[in-house]
């Protein structure tokens, strides 16, 4: 079983807002850490936005200020918000998360190695593909 879900992929115009949702497989499963990545054909992969389990939010400097990550705490929801969508942002975007109880901070995985990521988001989802045209 897939332990994480995204939806709300699709196709935007250059400049549009678009939301994507993340949700665990075990809907009442609370993580340690959770995050947003993308990876852009052709390119490695890469952290935009983490989430704490104490609700802070860390961002990658390539998409702080247009994308906002937060979190449904009832509906236990990941979600990424997207504004000012460019063709750049062409991507699969993939939800991830920590299943350990300790570990690093959420947030030291920004312009690490893929191996020290996956150290620490351990759970992925399939992703969900997004496309900017003009």
């Known amino acids: 079983q897939v332990p994480l879900v995204e939806s709300g992929g699709g196709s935007v115009h250059t400049g549009a807002s678009h939301g994507l949702s993340c949700t665990p497989s075990?809907?009442?499963?609370?993580?340690?850490?959770m995050g947003w990545f993308r990876q852009i054909s052709g390119k490695e992969r890469e952290g935009l936005a983490v989430y704490d389990a104490d609700g802070r939010a860390t961002y990658a400097d390539s998409v702080k200020g247009r994308f906002t990550v937060s979190k449904d705490n009832v509906k236990n929801i990941l979600h990424l918000q997207m504004n000012n969508l460019q063709p750049g942002d062409t991507a699969m975007y993939y939800c991830?998360?920590?299943?350990?109880?300790?570990?690093?901070?959420?947030?030291?995985?920004?312009?690490?190695?893929?191996?020290?990521?996956?150290?620490?988001?351990?759970?992925w989802g399939k992703g969900t593909q997004v496309t900017v045209s003009q």
């Open positions: 991830a998360a920590d299943d350990a109880i300790a570990g690093p901070g959420c947030e030291t995985i920004f312009g690490k190695r893929s191996d020290y990521v996956t150290l620490i988001y351990s759970l």
């Open positions: 075990e809907h009442s499963k609370r993580y340690r850490c």
